[in-house]
């Protein structure tokens, strides 16, 4: 769903709530229509304020803001609750989603573009699984990009996410060694210790593997930074295999 959207909905929820919290009658048409738009985006759920998923109705939100004496206090209260969601869809800057989102829909697997979904979902609540899921999105687009090159389905299960990418790097003619220009051969190594990178961190991070002691815990905005970069080298690999059946 648009962001720009999301956020007006998100702004007229806060403001529809501190109105009934100071004597207001808003519309509960409108309560409803607006608290199911922000419960039908899975990629900011985990952030609505929880007192939107339980209050069905303006009713109800009553019931519960009465709980808290005077006016000051339930316009902090509400005003505290939403920054989370307000902040999240108020960034600027942050890559498309919908940009890569876009070119996943036009590949022929339909697991890959699942992973993506997945991965968009688990950003915000499950910094952890997302991490894991940024991976088995590359992994399954190398897979497929090996298979379509070689014309055969891929059989090499005990290859790691590295080496999988070795290998459809090279299908593709974007591996460093077969380059002669300085900077692209620079451009795709970096491309290469991103997606080592990528596998690294879920290891490191990710829920597939139990941890010590001291496990370390990956924030939203690791998730984030590592789907992002997940998308975009799909999108790439992707983009440079459709470009070879180009005329």
């Known amino acids: 769903m ?3 959207f999301l956020l007006e909905q998100a702004e007229s929820m ?31 759920t985990p952030l609505v304020p929880q007192m939107v998923k339980t209050c069905r109705s303006i009713g109800q939100f009553w019931a519960f803001i009465k709980k808290i004496d005077q006016y000051e206090p339930r316009r902090q209260y ?23 989102g876009e070119i996943l829909e036009k590949f022929d697997s339909a697991h890959v573009h699942a992973a993506w979904q997945k991965t968009l979902d688990r950003r915000a609540s499950d910094p952890e699984g997302a991490i894991t899921m940024a991976k088995t999105l590359v992994e399954s687009v190398c897979k497929h990009v090996i298979e379509q090159v070689e014309g055969q389905e891929y059989t090499g299960k005990s290859d790691d996410l590295p080496a999988l990418y070795r290998k459809a790097s090279l299908a593709l003619n974007l591996s460093p060694e077969q380059h002669m220009e300085e900077i692209f051969k620079r451009i795709l190594g970096g491309c290469s210790n991103i997606v ?6 879920r290891n490191k991070v990710g829920d597939a593997h139990g941890q010590g002691s001291r496990p370390i815990k990956p924030k939203p905005r690791h998730a984030e930074l590592a ?14 295999l459709e470009a070879r059946s180009d005329p």
Do not use: C, H
Request: net charge negative.
């Open 14 to 44: 806060q403001n529809m709530m501190v109105d009934r919290a100071t004597g207001g009658s808003p519309s509960d048409f409108e309560y409803a229509k607006i608290r199911s738009s922000l419960l039908s985006d899975a990629g900011i």
């Open 78 to 100: 509400i005003w505290n609750k939403f920054r989370p969601l307000l902040d999240k869809l108020e960034e600027v800057g942050a890559p498309s989603d919908s940009a890569i």
């Open 2 to 4: 648009d962001r720009q």
């Open 196 to 201: 080592t990178g990528l596998g690294e961190l």
């Open 227 to 240: 789907v992002n970069l997940a998308g975009t080298m799909a999108a790439f690999l992707i983009a440079t």
